[in-house]
């Protein structure tokens, strides 16, 4: 699933190319990892979400779409609801404690 973090896809795409029933797909999911496939394929999302929020200085929307949700509203909402804060605070918290140690770095240099 995380090779294809960027594509649209649902549970049941998932049980099609595994190659078994929606049903186990949910069974096996839920035994694993206490998640519904929709709430395992969000995790998946927010976790990718949060490397490109940390690695690249990319819009919030181009993000949302390398981690196939629909739209920025979508991402915030989901990002949100798993993590607690919005994607936009995220990144500002990432800033906030990298500001320091940049500013730290910068003067350690000859």
Request: hydrophobic content about 35%; proline content about 5%; glycine content about 6%.
């Amino acid at each position: 699933m995380r090779d294809h973090i960027d594509e649209p896809f649902g549970a049941e795409q998932v049980a099609e190319h595994i190659g078994v029933s929606r049903r186990r797909l949910e069974q096996c999911i839920k035994e694993a990892t206490g998640q519904t496939p929709y709430e395992f394929i969000c995790s998946l999302r927010v976790e990718h979400a949060q490397q490109l929020i940390r690695d690249e200085a990319l819009p919030l929307q181009d993000i949302a779409k390398a981690c196939g949700f629909r739209d920025g509203r979508h991402l915030r909402k989901v990002f949100a609801k798993i993590t607690g804060q919005t994607p936009s605070k995220f990144r500002q918290a990432i800033d906030e404690a990298s500001g320091p140690a940049l500013a730290w770095a910068d003067t350690q240099r000859p």
